[in-house]
Nanobody
Framework: QVQLVESGGGLVQAGGSLRLSCVASGRTFSSRAMAWFRQAPGKDREFVAALTWSGGSSNYADSVKGRFTISRDNTKNTAYLQMNSLKPEDSAVYSC????????????????????WGQGTQVTVSS
């Protein structure tokens, strides 16, 4: 079982930066791909970024490429999402997720690839 707790959200002006953290419990964090998803009011949850268990391969949504960076520290059981050049349209609840499969060689883009979810952290970008 994996439990995830996000932190780091808040209110920031457009063009600003935030770093989200996701701390995992359990002994399998280092063997699972990690991802960030977001959901804005009235919209479906959407994929943001994902990283393989080794940290060797990542995927990003086109809307955040070049602005967001996903990373992980397996010694701290923590995943991060560095968000730069934030835009009002980035406002959403951001949730981290852990892969349902151990040691997958790629990082999935679909919610169905992930079976463990955090409670989410609110990010609000003002214009």
């Amino acid at each position: 079982q994996v439990q995830l707790v996000e932190s780091g959200g808040g209110l920031v002006q457009a063009g600003g930066s935030l770093r989200l953290s996701c701390v995992a419990s359990g002994r399998t964090f280092s063997s699972r791909a990690m991802a960030w998803f977001r959901q804005a009011p009235g919209k479906d949850r959407e994929f943001v970024a994902a990283l393989t268990w080794s940290g060797g391969s990542s995927n990003y949504a086109d809307s955040v490429k070049g602005r967001f960076t996903i990373s992980r520290d397996n010694t701290k059981n923590t995943a991060y999402l560095q968000m730069n050049s934030l835009k009002p349209e980035d406002s959403a609840v951001y949730s981290c997720a852990a892969d349902r499969t151990l040691l997958r060689h790629y990082s999935g883009l679909r919610s169905a690839d992930y079976s463990y979810w955090g409670q989410g952290t609110q990010v609000t970008v003002s214009s």
